[in-house]
């Protein structure tokens, strides 16, 4: 175990320290503990080799929120017990974290943002793609799959906002980025950036704003930096468009053998004719290839209507496939305008979820570890439809991730040039009574690389029934039945049954 690994894991815990202290002074602490029992006819996920088995799980955890105060967020976090019988496969404990908070050190002025999350993450993209087993707080990955590896993130952003009398407002940015995967240096990467935006004061029609950013990008394999300075004009025509250009230049080593300075531009658009409905749409030239987004939201009384095209680059670790929505987001949009507070809405989402017996991470998006630069493109289409009783979401996502230049990557765009994915998902849930619901869950995924013998399809299918057994009893019953044809195909079919105490 490496000096740099045992640090993110401290540092992870502070981030949970800070938010569970907050939490207890001005905000909602919910210890849980669950109790999952499932089986498997295919533990190891290999159809020449088949091993049934049953799985156990206890997994306490706790889940905070604070609305009030200095420190404003929410956590949550379970440590995962994982214990096979009637089969030689060892025990093993993982994490699962989804933490995101704000320090207010200085009112109306100094802050410091933060986000971490731990979760499991495909080390290949060609390699075999399982199921997490659903639960109320997230899916759980407790089968034997080795392309599979637990992954922590952490962001902490500290900045200070202010003004220059009447002139202009300014806001300098740092930050500092970790990935790491247990078991694996594939996907590692370190960040580090500082940035300073200073923008017109009292806009009415036309205003100016100036940004200059330095950033540096370390992983396993690669190191590159990149520093730019641009200046914009902002235009608001009337309240529902805005409209942006900028110039500048831009100084980078991305694409390998040394830097190269270069002129950058780029220009965008936004249109918000109401509270319920808007269209980005972004374009940015720059020398190791251009980006672009076009955004699109609308909330209708119980539907959610979400459209993205994406194109990104990436110095480090690749992650989940861009713009994918899960039912956590979805549902978190469709609350806007009913709970304005984030974290009143975040609350307000995970009751919901709980209620219907959906897990807040699904659908799943796919995804690799990775490092070195790459670029992605990204189409994700998505819808939330929501019934008095039962709720009906859909996604489709495609996305296309490219090594880029001349520096050495890792993992699957090592071994190919480029990676494509798409993936459709469908859930259903239905309430069968208040206190019981049903859902299911529908997920196809394809994989494809430079050869023939890179190309993988991925097949699963959930059923879910949840019920609470008084105030603070949950309890879940679930099927699943899944299929992977590529490298080393199998089927698997599983049951479980979880019990969840919240104190």
């Not at 089968?143 to 906002?161: I, K």
Request: a positive charge; aromatic letters at 6%.
């Amino acid at each position: 175990m490496t000096r740099q690994k045992a640090e993110l894991r401290r540092l992870v815990l502070a981030l949970a320290a800070c938010s569970g202290v907050s939490g207890a002074l001005a905000g909602t602490v919910v210890p849980r503990v669950s109790l999952m029992q499932s089986w498997t006819d295919n533990l190891r996920l290999d159809d020449r080799n088949k091993d049934a088995a049953l799985i156990t799980m206890l997994s306490p955890g706790i889940s905070i929120i604070s609305n009030t105060g200095f420190v404003r967020g929410s956590l949550d976090y379970a440590l995962n017990g994982i214990v096979y019988t009637k089969t030689d496969q060892p025990s093993r404990v993982t994490n699962s974290l989804a933490a995101t908070g704000q320090v207010e050190l200085l009112p109306g002025h100094l802050f410091v943002d933060a986000r971490a999350g731990i979760g499991q993450q495909n080390a290949s993209a060609f390699g075999q793609q399982s199921a997490p087993t659903p639960t109320s707080q997230g899916g759980v990955a407790n089968l034997a799959n080795a392309n599979q590896h637990e992954t922590g993130t952490l962001a902490v952003t500290p900045r200070l906002t202010g003004a220059l009398g009447g002139l202009a407002t300014y806001e300098l940015r740092a930050e500092f980025t970790r990935t790491e995967a247990r078991g694996t240096s594939l996907g590692d990467s370190r960040g580090e950036g500082l940035s300073m935006n200073l923008s017109q004061r009292n806009v009415k029609q036309l205003g100016w704003w100036l940004t200059g950013r330095t950033q540096r990008m370390k992983s396993s394999v690669s190191s590159n930096r990149n520093d730019s300075m641009r200046v914009g004009l902002n235009y608001l025509p009337d309240p529902d468009w805005r409209f942006s250009v900028n110039t500048g230049q831009e100084r980078t080593d991305i694409l390998g053998g040394g830097a190269r300075s270069s002129a950058t531009s780029g220009a965008s658009a936004d249109w918000t004719p109401s509270n319920r409905t808007r269209l980005g749409v972004d374009w940015q030239k720059h020398q190791y290839g251009n980006s672009h987004s076009t955004r699109l939201e609308h909330r209708m009384m119980r539907s959610v209507w979400t459209f993205s095209d994406m194109r990104t680059t990436t110095a480090g670790f690749a992650g989940s496939s861009a713009g994918v929505r899960t039912n956590y987001d979805l549902l978190y949009l469709l609350y806007t305008s009913r709970f304005p507070d984030p974290v009143e809405r975040d609350a307000e989402v995970r009751k919901e979820l709980l209620r219907q017996g959906l897990s807040p991470d699904a659908p799943s998006g796919g995804g690799f570890l990775s490092s070195g630069p790459s670029q992605m493109r990204s189409r994700q289409l998505g819808v939330l439809l929501q019934g008095v009783k039962s709720t009906l979401s859909a996604q489709f996502t495609r996305s296309l991730t490219s090594r880029l230049g001349i520096n050495t990557n890792g993992g699957s765009l090592a071994e190919s040039s480029f990676v494509a994915q798409r993936s459709l998902s469908l859930t259903a849930s239905h309430q069968l009574t208040p206190q019981s619901g049903l859902s299911i869950t529908a997920l196809r995924q394809e994989t494809d690389g430079d050869l023939a013998s890179q190309s993988s399809s991925f097949t699963s299918l959930m059923a879910n029934w949840n019920m609470r057994l008084g105030a603070r009893i949950n309890a879940q019953l679930g099927a699943r039945h899944s299929r992977f044809e590529g490298v080393t195909p199998y089927t698997e079919n599983g049951a479980y049954a979880n019990l969840t105490l919240s104190f």
